[in-house]
């Protein structure tokens, strides 16, 4: 509404002006055009020579009303389309929010984010379900990468291996 009341007020004021003078004008060609008794009195007072300093004195007067009038609206067109330009990117913004993901490129060798200006690792699984991001921790030895918001979003490291299964035999026999 501020920007109506500063913007617009002044820019109406001057169109106003502007149709004042238009109708001025288009009453008084009628009244040299129609009203008949008066015609020749008006033809006689438009014949008479005027000076060419008058004319200017007059031009000179109406022109920086006209020149504050085209300023004042090529300003009030420049902010209707800043005010459109605001309007479509506030549109844009809310269609679609913002997410942590669409900064990261998916590392294909570890199967998690990497962003593009922070460093380290992102977990997956909690920027897909909150939309946050989740710095991997990396455990010990290159066995993987563990989550520190969900402990049990794990990622295999190159290191990672399956504990081999002992298998023990027994001392004593069963008799057979």
């Known amino acids: 509404m501020k920007f109506l009341k500063n913007h617009l007020a002044p820019t109406l004021h001057n169109a106003i002006g502007g149709l004042i003078t238009v ?6 060609s009628l009244l040299i055009a129609c009203i008949k008794p008066l015609r020749e009195r008006v033809l006689e007072f438009a014949c008479w020579r005027v000076p060419i300093w008058s004319t200017l004195l007059v031009m ?3 022109a920086p009303g006209w020149f504050l009038f085209l300023h004042k609206r090529r300003t009030f067109r420049s902010l209707e389309q ?3 330009d605001a309007q479509q990117q506030l549109k844009d913004a ?8 669409d900064d990261c490129m998916l590392d294909e060798k570890t199967g998690m984010y990497r962003h593009k200006t922070k460093p380290g690792f ?5 920027a897909a379900e909150s939309g946050g991001e989740s710095p991997m921790r990396e455990e010990k030895d290159g066995w993987g990468w563990s989550c520190p918001v969900k402990s049990a979003h794990f990622v295999r ?3 990672w291996s399956l504990p081999q299964s002992v298998v023990r035999r027994s001392n004593w026999s069963l008799g057979f």
């Not at 809310?94 to 993901?101: A, L, S, T, V, Y």
């Open 23 to 28: 109708g001025v004008l288009a009453l008084a």
């Open 122 to 126: 992102f977990c997956v699984a909690c």
């Open 60 to 62: 000179l007067a109406v």
């Open 157 to 159: 490291g190159p290191n």
């Open 94 to 101: 809310q269609q679609r929010p913002h997410r942590f993901q």
């Open 82 to 84: 800043q005010l459109k």
